[in-house]
Structure formats: structure tokens, C-alpha cells
């Protein structure tokens, strides 16, 4: 993973993008449907369980309950994501340098009461603890594993309901034309079996791409932005524990930041 990769912070409270996206995508749709004047033709709610209740269905098939209960938590990133970037990390763990430089290892151990973030506590806990550097490094890159294993499994089941849901789509179109087929003779049963076929391909094919994949997409960039500040704590504070000088260590620790938005404290 590159170490250069842009951290896409939050505008406010949500994410500018995602919203915006969201708004862009399903207000633009409907708009234009709108303006057939035949929006109400597009909501048929057996076509929507069919959709919604197939996919679901298939991914709890797929993936265990706890996973699915988990992905649905972590899906939360997508709207307020962690609001945290590579430079506030660098100005925090460079003033860490400074205290252990000044006053010693054990002068982090304060640190440890105030830090929000568990991996930056747990980083400094380890180097408090006196910990040699290559068994810091050996901790935290399984700790990187781990999380990152767990991300993936959340886009990958996202990711998963966005190729179920148009099959979804294609099982209702099949329903509504088994149903239109079965009531040729009656013309007024024609019309519903013939929406719910046309529909539920549409909701299926709405669902997978405007909401499912975007949503794995989403958490895959959330993740890399997440194991790329990570990374940087892990080489920031295996630092520490080492003694290396905090101004080499911004050197060192500005590479993670993108080259415009790099500014020592040094300077």
C-alpha cells in the first residue's frame, strides 16, 4: 500500500462525499422518473421484498450472523468516518517524542489516561512498558493483520449483496412473468404481474449499484486510510522506543503524509 495515499478527511460531522453521492445518485433517478410523471409506478412493495428480503436472506446464507451484525456496525464509516489523519498523528507522536526525549520512556505513561484512540494507547503502553522494538513491531503488525482481515470481510460482504441483488431483481422478474402468464385470460391481472416483473429488476439493479458496491467500495478506502495511520503510530513509536531524535523522526514520518500537506513543526 502506498504510503502516499491521500486521507480523505471529513467536511463535518458526515462525509461530504458520501452524502452528496448518495443525494446525486437516488435524487437524480428519481428526478428523472419524476419527470414522466410516473413515479408511482416505481414503488411496488412485493418487488422491494423480494429484493431486500432475497438479499438479505442470501447473505446471511453466505456469511455467519455475528459477521453480518459486525459489517453493519462497521457500515457506520461510511457516512461519519474516523476524523483522524496522518498529520494530526504526526503532531501527536512527535510531541510524545519530545516528552520521552526530555523526561524518559515512563513520562508517556500519562499519556496513556488521556489517548482515545486504543491502538495509540496500546503503541505507547508497550513502549512504556519497555518492550524491545522488534517485539513492539511483531505486536502491532498482527494487530494491523487482524484489523485489516476484519475490514476486508466487511467489504467483501457488501460487496456479496451488491452481486445478489440483482439476481433478486431477475428472480421477481421471473415471479411477475410466471404470474403474467398465468392470468393471460384475465387483462386486469396483466398490468401488476407485468410491474412487478419490470420493477424488481430495477430495485435489484438500484440497490447492487448505487448503494451495495459503493458501500464495499467505501469501507476498502476507510480501511486503507485506517491501517495507513496505523502504520505510521507503529514506525513513530518503535522510534520512540529506540530514542531516535524527534526531528529525524518527522522526517521519517512525513512520508506518510502527501507532499502538499506536508508541514514540519520544526520550521
Known sequence: MSREMRYRTSGGEYDRATVIGLA???????????MGGNLPLFFDLPSLLIVIGGTLGATLVNFPLDEVRRAFSVARHVLAPDRSSPEERLRKIIRLAEEARTSGNLVLESALFKEADPFLRKCTEL???????DEI???????????ASRHRRGAQLFQAMGNIAPAM????TLIGLVQMLGSIDD??????????????????AVFANMLFIPIA????ARSEEEILIKEMTTE????????????LLEESLLSFVPPERRISQFR
Open 236 to 247: 513513530g513509536m518503535i522510534s520512540i522506543a529506540q530514542g531516535i531524535n524527534p526531528r
Open 169 to 172: 431483481g431477475l428472480i421477481g
Open 127 to 133: 513502549v512504556v512498558d519497555g518492550i524491545s522494538p
Open 24 to 34: 446525486a445518485a437516488f435524487g437524480l433517478v428519481f428526478l428523472a422518473i419524476g
Open 137 to 147: 513491531r511483531r505486536i502491532l503488525d498482527i494487530e494491523i493483520s487482524l484489523v
Open 217 to 220: 467500495g467505501k469501507l476498502r
Open 187 to 204: 387483462p386486469g391481472q396483466i398490468g401488476p404481474a407485468m410491474a412487478v416483473a419490470l420493477v424488481t429488476t430495477f430495485y435489484g
